[in-house]
């Protein structure tokens, strides 16, 4: 376990530092999964976010219906509402992917999807494994790779 915490730690290093992030495509049907990360700490347990865009190259609209993989107890998609009232996150049971068009999930904007209880020591070379389940395409399974900085993993893809 202790070796395992070392590569993980020294993976989110890696990634923190790198200019650039490698990533193998990810498709299901039309659907394009890219600049795909997730957010931890490394400690086990707790709630990290994860971010990916989600390009449609079909007229028609598709739906995001789910994500699972076997590093969170469940996934649930947030999205921050502000308000004169203050700053609420709810849970949307769906996310829509414009016909020709784009779903951005990126760091500092409303929208994250979030593993709940998450388990870092399931990642293998810095990646974990997530499904993302779309109503019309179907299921693609992507690797994401793990950071300690979200908004200069997301810019790396620059």
Request: proline share 6%.
């Amino acid at each position: 376990m202790f070796k395992r915490a070392l590569t993980l730690t020294a993976s989110l290093a890696m990634l923190a530092a790198s200019p650039a992030i490698a990533e193998e495509p990810a498709s299901a049907g039309p659907l394009d999964l890219t600049r795909r990360i997730v957010a931890s700490s490394g400690a086990a347990g707790e709630d990290s976010a994860g971010y990916v865009r989600i390009r449609n190259g079909s007229p028609v609209a598709d739906e995001l219906v789910g994500v699972s993989c076997a590093c969170a107890e469940r996934v649930e998609f947030h999205r921050i509402n502000r308000g004169p009232d203050g700053v609420s996150m709810d849970a949307d049971p769906i996310w829509i992917v414009p016909g020709r068009g784009t779903l951005e999930v990126r760091p500092g904007s409303d929208l994250h999807f979030m593993l709940i209880r998450f388990d870092p020591t399931e990642a293998a070379a810095g990646q974990v494994r997530l499904t993302f389940r779309f109503r019309d395409a179907g299921a693609v399974e992507a690797d994401f790779a793990l950071t300690g900085d979200s908004r200069a993993a997301w810019a790396a893809f620059d």
